[in-house]
């Protein structure tokens, strides 16, 4: 997967994370602000979504769409197709962009809309990626690990960068019967928790 990132995957990553990189030094437009996950938390989603079981892929909060480039990767390598949910209509025409620039439509599924609302449609989840608002954490979470299959993987990010608003949700998660969890010092902290 990383050693032959298609040309114009890798060239869209590259101008996304210059941006990100922009937006970060500049401090103003939070809304617009792209606020995505490091390459090394991309890299490390796409192995895991490479290696999870048979089943739906699904990110909730898609932003520009950084983090489902690393995910096609993996959607490629798999056969397989990520869904991923925006809310706020800017992101998506962002996301849209970045999509067809990046050639991914043959794998990535973007849909405008709030994720809890598709969420009772969405069976035999494999692999999710949650990175939202943070006050929206605990619902998808409640909606998600039903629909795990056995070994399915659910992935949340900034939980140690926003350890302090998510310390309930991570704590809920680590105590869960259902799921084995830990989390894992790498970029924002990722909270991985795979299905029992």
Known sequence: MFHDIPLEIATVMSDLER????????????????????????????????????????????????????????????????????ILAPKVALAQSTFEHANVGDVITLVQGDFLTYAKDIHEIGFAFLDAEKDV??????VIVPQLVTGGLLVADNVISHASELAAFVTKALEDPRVDALVVPIGKGELVCRKR
């Open 137 to 142: 954490y605990d619902r998808c979470y409640d």
């Open 19 to 86: 941006r990100d990189e922009e937006d970060r030094n500049d401090g103003t437009a939070q809304l617009a602000r792209l606020r995505q996950i490091p390459r090394a938390t991309g890299q490390f989603i796409a192995l895991l979504a490479a290696s999870a079981p048979t089943g739906s892929w699904i990110e909730v909060g898609t932003s520009a769409g950084y983090s489902a480039l690393w995910l096609a990767l993996a959607c490629r390598a798999r056969s397989h197709r990520l869904h991923t949910y925006e």
